[in-house]
Each structure stands twice: as structure tokens, then as C-alpha cells.
């Protein structure tokens, strides 16, 4: 099946600095991915629509300007933390939707392995 | 997306099978049911989905009632892998802004 990758896989940062987190479709292109939260114990949250060329589009809540995301390419979409602060420490992940198939296409996404972020 | 209930946690015998309950008592009809599971600090695993009609691949089965009201996972011979949060999700193919719930965390025991 298709393969969307992430890195780093975890990182630890000072309070204050940026954070950058890298999505990749690995054998496929995808125009559309997106971006989830998820703190302990707890389920994934949607933060953000991440769309090939164009402004990301983000869930209610979300700050746009201290979550950063790009997608400049088909296969890449990064996740900017600006300004981290502990609070921002949780498990970060991406997922794409392959748009290739057709009427075939079963509406399958695609995860990456997420991303632990650790805000000192 | 229509709404779906789980129970959250459940044990299963290693080797025996494992069957998860999903109520989705709203779901419309052009939604499909959608299972995925979480292996703890992973990103999410596709399972399998479908519409009306029971399904199965080389991971497990899905069983759906006939009046599409709930559905069970069934993990045939589970393993201690096996052993993550199970999520049953409801949309309409074309959405892919997934609501998760809370998921049953499913734990294989030796």
C-alpha cells in the first residue's frame, strides 16, 4: 500500500524556538493532507487541511499563526511549531489521501508514523 | 459523519478471536464504516471498511448488520500485536476530515 512518512519521529526543543516536522507521500502524490494532535490517553484531533498550492485550512481552535503548515510540493507538507511552549508537547501525524484509482479509489488514508514533539 | 459508540476497552485470549462492537445507530446511506487501530505511539493502521455487505482481507472481517445500525471487527486468530486502540469511523467516501472517537482499547493477553 501506499506510504506516507514523517520526521523527525520525535524531538525535544526549548521553550521558545520553532519546530519544523516533515509529512512525505512516499509513492504516490498528494494533493491533500492533513494534520492531527493527539495528547495522551486521548483521540486524535484534526488541526489542519493541508492543500497542494494553496492556504491550509484550519479547524477551530487552532491557532494558523503558531501552526505553520506548507505544502509546496505533491509529496511534502511541513508542520511549522513557532514559538513552542510545553503545552504544545504532544504526538504529531500526518496522513494523505492517494487521489489516484478513480472510481476504484476506496477512500483510504494513508498515516504517517507521527511525530513526538517534547517542549522543555 | 454520523456518530459511532465502542466500548472502550476489551481483552481477548491470544490465539482466540477477537470480535469489537461498533454502534452507528445514524449513519446515512452513503456512509461507509471504517476501521483503523492505533499500536501505542504509531500513527494509524487501516483495517478495512465497507458499506453494506460483510467484507474481509488477510487482517480481519467486518461484519455489518442489515439495517447498518452497528458492525463488529473480528480479528480471527489475534496476537499480541493485535493489541491497540480500535476505531470505527463513519463518513461518506469523498470526506476525509475523520472525527475520531474514543476507540476500545483492545488488549491481547498470553
Known amino acids: 500500500g501506499a506510504v506516507v512518512s514523517q520526521h523527525p519521529s520525535w524531538v525535544i526543543c526549548k521553550s521558545g524556538t520553532s519546530v519544523k516536522i516533515e509529512c512525505r507521500s512516499l509513492d504516490f502524490q498528494a494533493t491533500t493532507m492533513f494534520w492531527y494532535r493527539q495528547f495522551p490517553k486521548q483521540s486524535l484531533m484534526l488541526m489542519a487541511t493541508?492543500?497542494?498550492?494553496?492556504?491550509?485550512?484550519?479547524e477551530q481552535g487552532v491557532e494558523k499563526d503558531k501552526f505553520l503548515i506548507n505544502h509546496a510540493s505533491l509529496t511534502l507538507s511541513t508542520l511549522t511549531v513557532t514559538s513552542a511552549h510545553p503545552e504544545d508537547s504532544s504526538f504529531y501525524i500526518c496522513?494523505?489521501?492517494?487521489?489516484?484509482?478513480?472510481?476504484?479509489?476506496?477512500?483510504?488514508?494513508?498515516f504517517g508514523e507521527g511525530s513526538r514533539l517534547t517542549v522543555l | 459523519d454520523a456518530k459511532t459508540t465502542q466500548p472502550p476497552s476489551m481483552d481477548c485470549a491470544e490465539g482466540r478471536a477477537a470480535n469489537l462492537p461498533c454502534n452507528h445507530s445514524t449513519i446515512s446511506g452513503n456512509e461507509y464504516v471504517y476501521w483503523y487501530r492505533q499500536i501505542h505511539s504509531q500513527g494509524p493502521q487501516y483495517i478495512i471498511h465497507g458499506l453494506k455487505n460483510n467484507e474481509t482481507n488477510e487482517m480481519a472481517s467486518l461484519i455489518i448488520t442489515e439495517d447498518r445500525k452497528s458492525s463488529t471487527l473480528i480479528l480471527p486468530h489475534a496476537t499480541l500485536r493485535d493489541t491497540a486502540v480500535y476505531y470505527c469511523i463513519v463518513r461518506i467516501v469523498s470526506n476525509y476530515q475523520l472525527i475520531w472517537g474514543a476507540g476500545t482499547k483492545l488488549i491481547i493477553k498470553p
Open positions: 493541508s492543500n497542494e498550492g494553496s492556504k491550509a485550512t484550519y
Open positions: 496522513s494523505a489521501r492517494d487521489p489516484s484509482g478513480g472510481a476504484s479509489n476506496t477512500g483510504e488514508l494513508f
